[in-house]
C-alpha cells in the first residue's frame, strides 16, 4: 500500500490526537477499506469497523446504518466528489477526520495507475473547515503537522516547515 514509504510519524500524530480526543473504550466506524492503520487503533482499545470499499458518493447505506459512537475519516474526503453528502449521513455525533493539506507548490495528486487513488480536492484548512460546518459539525480541536522527505531541493525544503496533514474532532450540532 505504501510502496515502502510507511507513514510512521502520520500515523503517531493521528493515533495521539485520537487518543486525546476520543478515549478508548469506543466503537469506530472507519471510512474507506481495512488499512495498516486500523490495528494501531485496535491495539489501543478500540472496537473498529470499516466501510466495505464502496464508493462513498454513491452509496452511503454503510455510513447510515452504523450504530458507532464515533466515525473516523483519515485522508478520505479528498477523493471523493461529494463530502458534503457523507459528511451528513453520519449518524454518528463526532467525527475524527484528517486531510493531506494543498500545497501551493505541489500539483493535485493523481495516481496515474490507480483510479481510487485521485484527490479531487485539494483543501486548505479554512475549506475543511467550512465545509464540516455546513454540513452540521462544530469544530472542537484541530492539529496540523509537517511531512519531510529525505530528497533535495526546493520541494523538499519546503515541506520540512509547510503543514501537509490537518486533523479535526468534531461534534455534531445539536
Known amino acids: 500500500m505504501y510502496e515502502g514509504k510507511f507513514p510512521h510519524k502520520r500515523y503517531k500524530k493521528t493515533l495521539e490526537f485520537l487518543l486525546k480526543n476520543i478515549p478508548p ?58 463530502p458534503f453528502t457523507v459528511l451528513q449521513d453520519i449518524k454518528a455525533d463526532k467525527l475524527v477526520a484528517s486531510i493531506p493539506l494543498r500545497l501551493w507548490f505541489s500539483p493535485a495528486y493523481r495516481s496515474k495507475t490507480d483510479p481510487w487513488d485521485r484527490h479531487f480536492h485539494e483543501f486548505e484548512d479554512w475549506q475543511f473547515d467550512w465545509l464540516l460546518e455546513k454540513a452540521g459539525w462544530t469544530i472542537k480541536a484541530r492539529d496540523k503537522w509537517t511531512h519531510p522527505v529525505k530528497k533535495i531541493g526546493l520541494r523538499p525544503l519546503l515541506r520540512l516547515f509547510t503543514p501537509r496533514y490537518y486533523i479535526v474532532y468534531a461534534e455534531r450540532k445539536k
Open 25 to 82: 473504550p469506543a466503537t469506530i466506524l472507519d471510512l474507506g477499506v481495512q488499512n495498516p492503520f486500523v490495528p494501531y487503533m485496535e491495539k489501543s482499545g478500540y472496537q473498529v469497523t470499516n466501510t466495505k470499499g464502496e464508493d462513498l458518493d454513491l452509496k452511503t447505506e454503510n455510513i447510515t446504518s452504523t450504530d458507532s459512537d464515533v466515525v473516523t475519516a483519515f485522508e478520505i474526503f479528498e477523493h471523493l466528489l461529494s
